[in-house]
Nanobody, 123 residues
Framework: QVQLVESGGGLVQAGGSLRLSCAAS????????MGWFRRAPGKEREFVST???????YYADSVKGRFTISRDSSKNTVYLQMNSLKPEGTAVYYC?????????????????WGQGTHVTVSS
């Protein structure tokens, strides 16, 4: 089991930026596919971005060009840089890990989840 701890959420005005961090432990970080998901108020949790073990990155269409995922193996941490934030980006953001290292953005493929960090984008 992988333990994940997110940080970096908060309140930001529309058009602003935030960087989320997720520290992983319990498994060799380089073997993991790391993803970000979010759940907006009243909605289902949805895919945001993933950085696979093989080095591929994927983004939801709604965040392409504004969000950037990265990982630092020396710190066992994955980041989500969020720029040009919109009010519809208000959500709880979750970090997740797939220990099998797959190229996947399906939530069911991620067995380990963080507790979530709140992001509120004001208009």
């Amino acid at each position: 089991q992988v333990q994940l701890v997110e940080s970096g959420g908060g309140l930001v005005q529309a058009g602003g930026s935030l960087r989320l961090s997720c520290a992983a432990s319990g498994r060799t970080f380089s073997s993991l596919t790391m993803g970000w998901f979010r759940r907006a108020p009243g909605k289902e949790r949805e895919f945001v971005s993933t950085f696979t073990r093989s080095g591929n990155t994927y983004y939801a269409d709604s965040v392409k060009g504004r969000f950037t995922i990265s990982r630092d193996s020396s710190k066992n941490t994955v980041y989500l840089q969020m720029n040009s934030l919109k009010p519809e980006g208000t959500a709880v953001y979750y970090c997740a890990a797939d220990a099998d290292g797959r190229n996947t953005w399906y939530q069911n493929d991620y067995a380990s989840w963080g507790q979530g960090t709140h992001v509120t984008v004001s208009s």
